[in-house]
């Protein structure tokens, strides 16, 4: 059984341009969260979907966005890139949100580099 | 507003020690705790985690956890390391109520001397 997969594995961009990064969640799982988790610290929380519908949110701007479709796979759309913006993107896969949040499913990221 | 700290960012212990990596929260509200496990060059995985009951957990490869409420701490400790858990240890907290989202701590790499 395919664990979470994310597309692209690496991705390098140039300042102002635009991203979108993309996940497929463990066939049955309905949640998918985006974490950014930059060089030398602990992951982030961008957004949490489920069941196509926004659940959480991260405190990150306004040019972070995601939507989630409806074979539960994601994108994580981000604009006008900052170097800033450079990390490892995680996206994890989970049967439900709250308590049966409690144990999500990463995939093995993509790393953004933006120049 | 909550949070999570690990003190140590690397933790060098010789193979066959015992190790202990510790992991403080801060939470205006109960919590379920998490350590999450990250080899070289492959994505996050849980290690173990703590709901309710018991306050000790355990994870299948010797590791174990203990969460203490008064302390607000939930270190993990292993008694005899191997190689092969040279790796980076992360420490998370998700909140009881409608917050959906994992609190995490910076994380600490264990490394494994011969």
């Known amino acids: 059984d395919a664990g979470v997969t994310q597309s692209p594995t690496h991705l390098i961009k140039t300042r102002g341009q635009h991203v979108t990064l993309r996940c497929s969640p463990i066939?049955?799982?309905?949640?998918v969260s985006w974490y950014q988790q930059v060089l030398g610290q602990g992951p982030q929380f961008i957004f949490q979907?489920?069941?196509?519908?926004?659940?959480g949110r991260g405190n990150f701007p306004d040019r972070f966005s995601a939507r989630q479709f409806p074979n539960y796979s994601s994108e994580l759309n981000v604009n006008a890139l900052l170097l800033g913006d450079s990390a490892l993107y995680l996206c994890a896969s989970s049967t439900g949100t709250g308590v049966m949040n409690t144990e999500a499913f990463f995939g093995q990221g993509t790393r953004l580099t933006v120049v | 507003a909550q949070s999570v700290t690990q003190l140590d960012s690397q933790v060098p212990v010789f193979e066959e020690a015992p190790v202990e990596l510790r992991c403080n929260y801060s939470s205006s509200v109960s919590v379920y705790l998490f350590w999450y496990v990250q080899y070289p060059n492959q994505g996050l995985q849980l290690l173990l985690k703590?709901?309710?009951?018991s306050t000790l957990v355990e994870s299948i490869n010797g590791f174990e956890a203990e969460f203490n409420k008064s302390q607000t701490s939930f270190h993990l400790r292993k008694p005899s390391v191997h190689i092969s858990d040279t790796a980076e240890y992360f420490c998370a907290v998700l909140r009881m109520d409608s917050n959906y989202q994992l609190i995490w701590g910076a994380g600490t790499k264990l490394i494994i001397k011969p």
């Open positions: 703590y709901l309710s009951g």
């Open positions: 066939s049955g799982h309905k949640s």
């Open positions: 979907y489920y069941e196509k519908e926004e659940r």
